[in-house]
């Protein structure tokens, strides 16, 4: 029933910038906070950011400054602006949404690939 599809994936050069987004489909009534996470290979998944539904927002210290993250609670879609990206950002980000009452969703992905 509820659906996320993350787009805007792809392979950029270092210090390039890429710009992340997910739309979000389906019977949400309520939600408590949106965001990204990252899993790259041989690597945990991660947090890079999350924003409540009061506006307030959380960064990865290995992406603060250079990463910003927006949503629009109404039409359920969350954004990464990503600047000044490192081979290190090199993961499949993956979006969700967490419910007021404690429902986690999750798209499926989309791969961000940065060269040297």
């Known amino acids: 029933q509820v659906q996320l599809v993350e787009s805007g994936g792809g392979l950029v050069q270092a210090g390039g910038s890429l710009s992340l987004s997910c739309a979000a489909s389906?019977?949400?009534?309520?939600?408590?906070?949106m965001g990204w996470h990252r899993q790259a290979p041989g690597k945990q998944r991660e947090l890079v950011a999350a924003?409540?539904?009061?506006?307030?927002?959380n960064y990865a210290d290995s992406v603060k400054g250079r990463f910003t993250i927006s949503s629009d609670n109404a039409k359920i879609t969350v954004n990464l602006q990503m600047n000044s990206l490192k081979p290190e950002d090199t993961a499949a980000y993956f979006c969700?949404?967490?419910?007021?009452?404690?429902?986690?969703?999750w798209g499926r992905g989309t791969q961000v690939t940065v060269s040297s």
């Open positions: 389906g019977s949400i009534f309520r939600l408590d906070a």
């Open positions: 924003i409540t539904s009061g506006g307030s927002t």
């Open positions: 969700y949404v967490q419910t007021n009452r404690g429902t986690y969703y």
